[in-house]
């Protein structure tokens, strides 16, 4: 069977879904209702951006939130208001988007890069303990494309350390680890909201967190270093102006309703491929969830090739059947400009086992009719069947 690729029919000629999703007639009514109030920013009065905090702190199992601009200045706004800052150290896994390490810069910290654990790629409590030194203030666990991390046990090391817990929930709306919603299972947790995740307005973020005071500095940071009840002009703490308008909150919070009937829709189109890629006996593998997973948000599906293959071929022929995949995250360790800004790299094989062998499926393609997850199967096995030969010295 010959590749598209080379000229071949491809296995999918069809458009995948698009994301994000058209505007429902909720979001439509909300949006216009905020765009002629006039009451566009945070502060000017209108009720979306405070509707949407209370909504998702409630759903995280928490009494707090704070909405800001996107899910990075999230991650930094927590950090500060729960006391981390220059001189300390923050760790954080070795397979995740940089963003991860960055918000720790902006906070005056130093990212220290432990790595994943090599089965379900989440941050490793092993790796964490042996990256422990006298100036760790806090671990950054991050629940890796939809996936709960196994927190219990990072949480228990946190305890015993006296160290803060951040999670950072960019990819896992929804997702819940023992029954317990994520996001307020550690002293915060960030949530995205930028263009490819599960809820999006294009960018913003939003941090819950369960403690008064650390809420009240949190949202000091996000807001200038106001006091809340204080004067307007008045600025007792060293803040930032990181808000969430009322127009993205307004196409926001009535995605809350469908959430879950979307998170649904993609566990059927991931369930649907596993049995596909079973079918077809083919040498590829879907990542399992951490322990503990009682939802997984289906952000993405990741895949495991458990055999030796050109990454570039495999990506390109991919895309010409009709049914691109996504490289992933190199490890965070490569990253030149982390180290010269003093992150530490502690080894991290997991994390590049799974530079070398897993491949992502994106969102938008999660939520087509579970009937296609077929055209995955079919398109790796012919592209796999079609693989150059790889030097493997």
Same mark, same amino acid.
């Given at each position: 069977?010959?590749?598209?690729?080379?000229?071949?029919? /491809?296995?999918?000629?069809?458009?995948?879904?698009?994301?994000?999703?058209?505007?429902?007639?909720?979001?439509?009514?909300?949006?216009?209702?905020?765009?002629?109030?006039?009451?566009?920013?945070?502060?000017?009065?209108?009720?979306?951006?405070?509707?949407?905090?209370?909504?998702?702190?409630?759903?995280?199992?928490? /009494?707090?939130?704070?909405?800001?601009?996107?899910?990075?200045?999230?991650?930094?706004?927590?950090?500060?208001?729960?006391?981390?800052?220059?001189?300390?150290?923050?760790?954080?896994?070795?397979?995740?988007?940089?963003?991860?390490?960055?918000?720790?810069?902006?906070?005056?910290?130093?990212?220290?890069?432990?790595?994943?654990?090599?089965?379900?790629?989440?941050?490793?409590?092993?790796?964490?303990?042996?990256?422990?030194?006298?100036?760790?203030?806090?671990?950054?666990?991050?629940?890796?494309?939809?996936?709960?991390?196994?927190?219990?046990?990072?949480?228990?090391?946190?305890?015993?350390?006296?160290?803060?817990?951040?999670?950072?929930?960019?990819?896992?709306?929804?997702?819940?680890?023992?029954?317990?919603?994520?996001?307020?299972?550690?002293?915060?947790?960030?949530?995205?909201?930028?263009?490819?995740?599960?809820?999006?307005?294009?960018?913003?973020?939003?941090?819950?967190?369960?403690?008064?005071?650390?809420?009240?500095?949190?949202?000091?940071?996000?807001?200038?270093?106001?006091?809340?009840?204080?004067?307007?002009?008045?600025?007792?703490?060293?803040?930032?102006?990181?808000?969430?308008?009322?127009?993205?909150?307004?196409?926001?919070?009535?995605?809350?309703?469908?959430?879950?009937?979307?998170?649904?829709?993609?566990?059927?189109?991931?369930?649907?491929? @596993?049995?596909?890629?079973?079918? @077809?006996?083919?040498?590829?593998?879907?990542? /399992?969830? /951490?322990?503990?997973?009682?939802?997984?948000?289906?952000?993405?599906?990741?895949?495991?090739?458990?055999?030796?293959?050109?990454?570039?071929?495999?990506?390109?022929?991919?895309?010409?059947?009709?049914?691109?995949?996504?490289?992933?995250?190199?490890?965070?360790?490569?990253?030149?400009?982390?180290?010269?800004?003093?992150?530490?790299?502690?080894?991290?094989?997991?994390? @590049?086992?799974?530079?070398?062998?897993?491949?992502?499926?994106?969102?938008?393609?999660?939520?087509?009719?579970?009937?296609?997850?077929?055209?995955?199967?079919?398109?790796?096995?012919?592209?796999?069947?079609?693989?150059?030969?790889?030097?493997?010295?």
């Amino acid at each position: 069977m010959t590749l598209a690729l080379h000229g071949g029919t /491809p296995v999918r000629s069809a458009p995948w879904p698009a994301w994000p999703p058209p505007l429902d007639p909720a979001q439509r009514a909300l949006v216009t209702e905020v765009l002629e109030s006039g009451r566009w920013g945070a502060t000017q009065g209108g009720s979306a951006v405070t509707d949407l905090t209370a909504a998702f702190a409630r759903g995280s199992g928490v /009494p707090y939130g704070v909405a800001v601009g996107n899910a990075t200045l999230g991650l930094f706004a927590a950090l500060r208001g729960l006391g981390v800052g220059r001189g300390d150290e923050v760790i954080v896994p070795a397979y995740t988007f940089v963003a991860s390490a960055t918000a720790v810069l902006l906070a005056g910290a130093t990212p220290v890069i432990a790595d994943v654990d090599p089965v379900d790629l989440h941050l490793s409590p092993e790796a964490v303990e042996a990256a422990l030194t006298g100036r760790t203030a806090a671990i950054m666990p991050v629940h890796l494309a939809g996936s709960p991390a196994d927190m219990d046990p990072l949480n228990a090391l946190a305890a015993r350390h006296g160290l803060v817990v951040v999670e950072d929930a960019a990819q896992a709306h929804g997702a819940t680890y023992k029954d317990r919603p994520i996001g307020g299972l550690g002293d915060a947790g960030v949530y995205s909201f930028q263009a490819s995740k599960a809820m999006t307005a294009g960018e913003g973020g939003l941090i819950v967190c369960r403690d008064e005071a650390a809420y009240e500095a949190i949202w000091s940071v996000c807001n200038l270093g106001r006091k809340q009840g204080g004067q307007w002009y008045g600025h007792p703490t060293i803040g930032w102006n990181l808000r969430l308008t009322e127009i993205q909150a307004a196409l926001l919070l009535p995605w809350l309703d469908r959430l879950d009937a979307e998170i649904d829709r993609r566990e059927s189109f991931c369930t649907a491929a @596993e049995h596909a890629l079973a079918a @077809e006996q083919l040498p590829v593998s879907v990542v /399992p969830r /951490p322990p503990g997973t009682t939802r997984d948000s289906r952000h993405l599906l990741m895949l495991r090739v458990h055999v030796p293959v050109d990454r570039e071929f495999l990506l390109a022929a991919m895309a010409a059947e009709g049914v691109p995949l996504d490289a992933g995250y190199p490890p965070l360790g490569t990253f030149e400009a982390l180290a010269r800004e003093g992150a530490r790299a502690e080894p991290y094989p997991g994390a @590049e086992a799974a530079a070398r062998e897993v491949v992502w499926v994106r969102q938008s393609m999660l939520m087509d009719d579970p009937r296609h997850a077929v055209h995955l199967a079919e398109a790796l096995a012919k592209v796999l069947a079609a693989m150059p030969p790889r030097d493997q010295a």
